[in-house]
């Protein structure tokens, strides 16, 4: 598959359980991105990784673990979440740090907490 | 930080209209300046982006102009089409991070046949 993919697509989870979201990238590049996507707040910005190295956390809750094994991949482990953790969570990627460009989004995973 | 201010939140026109949102930003060091136009139940995708050196860029029936004096930026859509309807995002970079944008809070337009 080329482009950007993420899986599961849908995700129901209780406040206790533990699950994780996983995103990969098929074009090369070498940064990536995990947002958030609510009616509050439409693309909130929550982690980056440059070359593998998070170089941003939006002050994200610690229930909200990402891990980024190689350019490729990126997960997000999530734990003990809430009720208002429920939303779209996008994946996007882009060539990298340097000069700005386009970012190429995952179709997303709408996940629902109970 | 960088932050980015989106007007109108809802816009809805005829076919054929045209359409025009617009951007606020704050840092005057930004000098890259997308937008994102993502369906329902889609993806977000790029439709049109512009660099602080140009004050206007055309793709067919998308415009984006730039006015860095007054540090806004608008997306110009003529000839609008159903197909058009969609929520239209602008985005400026975070001088403070690395590659982050910082995005506005959208736009839902409504073409009407």
């Known amino acids: 598959e080329t482009g950007v993919t993420q899986t599961p697509r849908h995700l129901v989870m209780g406040m206790t359980n533990k699950k994780s979201l996983k995103c990969e990238q098929h074009?090369?590049?070498?940064?990536m991105y995990w947002y958030k996507q609510s009616a509050k707040k439409p693309l909130e910005l929550m982690f980056v990784?440059?070359?593998?190295?998070?170089?941003e956390n939006n002050s994200v809750p610690s229930r909200f673990s990402p891990e980024c094994p190689n350019s490729s991949h990126l997960f997000l482990h999530l734990h003990t979440l809430q009720p208002e953790d429920s939303a779209l969570y996008l994946c996007?990627?882009?060539?990298?740090?340097?000069?700005?460009?386009?970012?190429?989004f995952g179709p997303g995973t709408r996940l629902t907490v109970t | 930080g960088e932050n980015v201010e989106q007007h109108p939140s809802t816009l809805s026109v005829q076919e054929g209209d045209s359409a025009v949102i617009k951007c606020t930003y704050s840092?005057?060091?930004?000098?890259?300046f997308p937008w994102y136009k993502q369906e329902l139940g889609k993806r977000p995708q790029l439709i049109i982006d512009?660099?602080?050196?140009?004050g206007e860029k055309k793709d067919q029936r998308i415009a984006v102009t730039l006015n860095k004096t007054a540090k806004h930026f608008s997306l110009h859509i003529t000839e609008t089409q159903p197909e058009d309807s969609a929520v239209y995002f602008c985005?400026?970079?975070?001088?403070?991070?690395?590659?982050?944008?910082?995005f506005g809070a959208g736009t839902r337009l409504a073409v009407h046949p």
């Open positions: 996007a990627s882009s060539q990298g740090p340097g000069l700005a460009g386009e970012q190429y």
């Open positions: 074009l090369g590049h070498n940064a």
């Open positions: 990784y440059n070359f593998k190295e998070q170089t």
């Open positions: 840092d005057s060091a930004s000098n890259y």
């Open positions: 512009i660099r602080s050196n140009v």
């Open positions: 985005a400026a970079p975070d001088s403070g991070g690395y590659n982050k944008l910082i």
